[in-house]
């Protein structure tokens, strides 16, 4: 079965620093999305890829993925505290048509 | 505005209770989903639902139930069978099964007390 492994597990970075979170996948993404969480809260969408080489940015946030469809990266720009929260990473899983996870990213930015 | 509602955002429940957990969606979105959430762990799948009156198992499926007689309302039961169910639930739901982002609502804690 599929997995995806997110790293770091976490990152403290002071505001106004630039990060980079990264999304392996075991196997081939044919679709791979990125989601933001705030503690106790659901998931806000942020992004969504499926052709290797493609990046996207929205705001201060951009998404690539790699052209062998195996690793996804994650790039925040001058971080801000309202950038603060936990980043997952999914991706299609298959036949069910659910998405599998990995186990996210918790982004802590000092002001 | 659309979007997907869960309720209660805090259930607290005696063990050898079941306990239903709601969520409804008003996107029009044919597939739903439920995941469970624990500390330090990705989002577990329950169960899905790719349209009305039908409904298939997730991963971990065992001491759960839903049912699907609208396309808007995926409630799940959290039975006493489920042996370890204090845990975080998101429901999700998407336009179809295939290259959806899927949709999350604000998420119900369950304590097992």
């Known amino acids: 079965s599929q997995e995806l492994e997110q790293s770091p597990q976490s990152l403290i970075v002071q505001e106004g620093k630039n990060l980079t979170i990264n999304c392996t996948s075991s196997?081939?993404?044919?679709?791979l999305y990125w989601y933001k969480q705030k503690y106790g809260e659901g998931l806000i969408f942020l992004m969504m890829?499926?052709?290797?080489?493609e990046e996207k940015s929205h705001e201060k946030i951009t998404a690539k993925l790699d052209e062998k469809k195996q690793q996804s990266s994650l790039h925040i720009t001058a971080s801000q505290p309202s950038h603060a929260g936990i980043y997952l990473c999914?991706?299609?899983?298959?036949?069910?048509?659910?998405?599998?996870f990995g186990k996210g990213t918790k982004l802590s930015v000092k002001p | 505005d659309g979007g997907i509602t869960q309720s209660p955002k805090y259930l607290f429940r005696k063990e050898g209770q079941n306990v239903t957990l709601s969520c409804e969606q008003n996107?029009?979105?044919?597939?739903m989903y439920w995941y469970r959430q624990d500390p330090g762990q990705g989002l577990r799948l329950i169960y899905y639902?790719?349209?009305?009156?039908?409904?298939q198992k997730g991963d971990i499926a065992e001491g759960y139930s839903v049912s699907r007689e609208k396309k808007e309302s995926f409630p799940l039961t959290v039975t006493s069978a489920q042996k370890n169910p204090t845990a975080f639930y998101l429901c999700?739901?998407?336009?179809?099964?295939?290259?959806?982002?899927?949709?999350f609502g604000p998420g119900t804690r369950l304590t097992v007390l």
């Open positions: 996107l029009n979105h044919d597939a």
């Open positions: 999700a739901s998407s336009p179809g099964l295939v290259y959806n982002e899927q949709f």
């Open positions: 196997k081939t993404l044919y679709g």
């Open positions: 890829l499926q052709k290797g080489g």
């Open positions: 999914g991706a299609d899983g298959g036949s069910q048509g659910n998405l599998i």
């Open positions: 639902s790719q349209i009305v009156n039908d409904f």
